[in-house]
């Protein structure tokens, strides 16, 4: 993974988790994006509660 | 009114493209309502109280799209549910001629884009912890749109972005500014010396657009969410961004956008501060002004662009009340020589921080302001409608327009109402031409008010900027052409309604 920073004038390479709108006006600044098809995982919220508990 | 309402069974679609369906199906022939929402807990309640719940639809999940109609015949509630399923085919049909399937999770993503350097999460709340921490632990920044992130959470997130040396951007930050790249819903402002620390989207976005006015630029915005300089958080954020800027060698001044710090992160925010040999802007909304700062604390965020503008070209600078006071005093003669204004104020906000601007603005002048939870019972009110209570279930109230439109509407028919401050939010994400339906709804209320022989005076502020899509200069036309009170600030806004309500101030406000 890319280990330097983002402050300096590296360009951003974004990955879009939500609202597609984001990813669409990212595109329209020429930025380089992947957007997520994301649903809520298979449980719904307490399950991802309890994935965000737990170690990777 | 036959209501009919379908449910597809795991068919997740974001807030925004829910929105656009409704009003889709809204627009059709007989159709008197209609919901597209996921079946939360949160929408079964807005679908019942809507009178749009069925047995099917009670049986919707997180994870399943209801869509309901309430229309004239049942024939139109048949077509309305057709059109709305044509809708998502052609969604589906438009993503599939790119030929590219799409990554369902973010480690997915990472495999397409293994050098990706942020994520930009925006998840509903429940699931942004696991998002923003997936992100953080493969290296990611973050950017963290999501609200309803427990301040526990937001605590362990920032711990582990600071552990990798990552921003953790939120959660609840509406804007950012990486490299001349904004997230969010950001102004378009071009690349310069000013480096921004923002708690506020809102904020940030009236800071950078009026940086972009005076003739500068953002070098990077990082926001922190509004809870960063709580007792909780610490400043995590704030303070590891506060490095990041001082060390920055395009950034030349420092402006930080805050709430109040709690009292017992002053002391760090201080120290902070004082390391800084560039100049810094401290503009904390409601928070008395320490006496011996290190920073200039200024009050309003027009202030804290312009003392910046002012920092970086050496410049002394002194506030003031308005840029043209000689054109709100004509206005304000002509409003005092018609039907006087008789009633309180309303402001109806889709800035978080502009309608906390406003509030601390006009207390001082005419007495307490209502605003969320605050003072219960005073005649003046100002109401955010980008809180989280008005945003279940629907989209931010900068892309979604309508419920404020349908609010300004009622308070033409509100007798207590004198005097309407509204704000326009430009930029990236927000409603691609918001300014018609606004002045429109404006003269609505106007027309209403004066049938029932009242006078309602319309004020507003535009955040925005010529680069923006929108177009600053054409969405003011808008507003005037409706006979808005289009001031250049929000807080110059926030005095001229004041002097509307209170020519007396003129004396306090109008002497220079």
Redesign the interface.
């Known amino acids: 993974m890319n280990t330097t920073d983002v402050m300096p004038q590296e360009p951003l390479r974004v990955v879009n988790v939500g609202l597609e709108l984001f990813a669409r006006e990212l595109e329209a600044q020429g930025v380089e994006v992947v957007h997520v098809d994301w649903r809520p995982p298979a449980g719904g919220a307490e399950i991802a509660a309890l994935l965000g508990r737990l170690g990777d | 009114m036959p209501v009919r309402a379908t449910v597809w069974r795991?068919f997740?679609q974001?807030?925004?493209?829910l929105m656009h369906v409704a009003a889709e199906v809204r627009a059709l022939p007989g159709v008197r309502l209609a919901a597209a929402l996921m079946g939360t807990p949160a929408n079964h309640e807005l679908l019942s109280s809507a009178g749009l719940a069925t047995p099917d639809s009670k049986n919707a999940?997180?994870?399943d799209l209801v869509l309901a109609v309430d229309a004239a015949t049942d024939a139109e509630a048949e077509a309305a549910l057709a059109a709305a399923k044509g809708f998502f085919d052609e969604r589906r049909r438009a993503r599939e001629s790119t030929g590219r399937a799409?990554?369902?999770?973010?480690d997915?993503?990472?495999k397409?884009?293994?050098?990706?350097?942020?994520?930009?999460?925006?998840?509903?709340g429940?699931?942004a912890?696991?998002?923003a921490?997936?992100?953080l632990?493969?290296?990611?920044?973050v950017f963290l749109?999501?609200d309803n992130v427990p301040v526990g959470?937001e605590v362990e997130l920032k711990r582990l972005a600071l552990a990798q040396?990552r921003?953790c951007m939120g959660p609840d930050c509406g804007t950012a500014y990486?490299?001349g790249?904004?997230?969010?819903f950001?102004n378009v402002v071009p690349r310069g010396r000013i480096g921004c620390v923002a708690a506020a989207g809102t904020g940030l976005q009236a800071v950078a657009s009026h940086v972009a006015t005076l003739g500068e630029g953002i070098s990077?915005g990082i926001g922190v969410g509004g809870r960063d300089l709580s007792a909780e958080v610490g400043g995590m954020m704030t303070f590891f961004a506060l490095r990041?800027l001082a060390?920055?060698p395009?950034t030349d001044a420092i402006v930080i956008i805050a709430k109040p710090p709690a009292p017992e992160v002053m002391p760090q925010l201080d120290a902070a501060i004082r390391t800084i040999t560039k100049p810094v802007v401290v503009c904390a909304l409601g928070a008395a002004v320490p006496a011996s700062a290190p920073a200039t604390w200024v009050t309003t965020l027009e202030d804290a662009a312009e003392a910046a503008v002012a920092g970086i070209r050496g410049r002394a600078w002194t506030p003031r009340s308005f840029t043209d006071a000689a054109a709100v005093r004509s206005r304000v003669a002509a409003i005092a020589a018609g039907a006087r204004p008789r009633g309180a104020l309303l402001g109806l906000f889709t800035g978080g921080t502009l309608a906390h601007e406003a509030r601390v603005i006009l207390e001082p002048l005419v007495g307490p302001v209502n605003i969320d939870g605050a003072a219960p019972g005073s005649a003046h009110r100002v109401i955010d409608l980008g809180a989280d209570e008005f945003t279940r279930g629907r989209a931010h109230p900068m892309?979604d327009v309508a419920a404020r439109d349908s609010r300004i509407r009622e308070a033409g028919a509100a007798a207590d109402v004198a005097v309407l401050l509204v704000d326009l939010v430009l930029g990236?994400?927000a409603h691609p031409d918001p300014g018609p339906s606004l002045a429109a709804a404006i003269r609505d209320a106007r027309a209403t008010a004066e049938r029932d022989g009242r006078t309602l005076v319309a004020i507003a502020s535009v955040v925005g900027t010529d680069g923006d899509p929108q177009g600053l200069a054409r969405q003011i036309a808008e507003l005037r052409a409706a006979d808005v009170h289009v001031l250049p600030s929000s807080a110059q806004a926030a005095r001229s309604a004041a002097l509307v309500l209170d020519p007396r101030l003129a004396s306090r406000l109008l002497s220079a």
């Open positions: 795991g997740y974001d807030s925004v493209v999940t997180a994870a799409l990554p369902r999770t973010l997915g993503a990472l397409q884009m293994p050098d990706a350097n942020v994520a930009l999460i925006s998840v509903p429940d699931y912890k696991l998002e921490l997936t992100a632990r493969r290296g990611l920044h749109f999501s959470d040396q921003l990486l490299g790249v904004g997230l969010g950001a990077h990041k060390d920055d395009s892309i990236r994400g």
